[in-house]
């Protein structure tokens, strides 16, 4: 049984820094054998999109996040992060990693999309981000 499992989430302000993390875990984890994005979700809002990286540790972001997060893998640590740098209160939600067969996500125009969610291997549980102004 895969689990992933998000951290670091936390209350700042805007302008502020967090980097959160996700750990896979499990006997049916192979590292570096999936795509891992993060998406974010706000009540009352869909799930968005915010980046993924490719197993040759390539990423793509959406146009929302770009040149303010990075997202970063390392498979010896079955951990893969993100860093979130000039956070702004739009940036509140509760933050998810997902795993994914290769190819499965993309950037279309300006946003992160997911051929279909049912070809998400794994969803973390989440971890909430506050950014106060």
């Known amino acids: 049984q895969v689990q992933l499992v998000e951290s670091g989430g936390d209350s700042v302000q805007s302008g502020g820094s967090l980097t959160l993390g996700c750990v896979a875990s499990?006997?049916?984890?192979?590292?570096?054998?999936?795509?891992m994005a993060w998406f974010r979700q706000d009540p009352g809002k869909g799930r968005e999109g915010i980046g993924f990286?490719?197993?040759?540790?390539?990423?793509e972001y959406a146009d929302s996040v770009k040149g303010r997060f990075t997202i970063s893998q390392d498979n010896a640590k079955n951990t893969v992060y993100l860093q979130m740098n000039s956070l702004e209160p739009e940036d509140t939600a509760m933050y998810y990693c997902?795993?994914?067969?290769?190819?499965?996500?993309?950037?279309?125009?300006?946003?992160?999309?997911?051929?279909?969610?049912?070809?998400?291997?794994?969803w973390g549980q989440g971890t909430q981000v506050t950014v106060s102004s």
């Open positions: 997902a795993a994914a067969a290769p190819g499965y996500f993309a950037k279309i125009q300006e946003r992160i999309v997911v051929a279909s969610p049912q070809l998400i291997n794994y």
């Open positions: 990286t490719r197993r040759d540790s390539s990423t």
């Open positions: 499990g006997s049916g984890w192979v590292a570096g054998s999936y795509w």
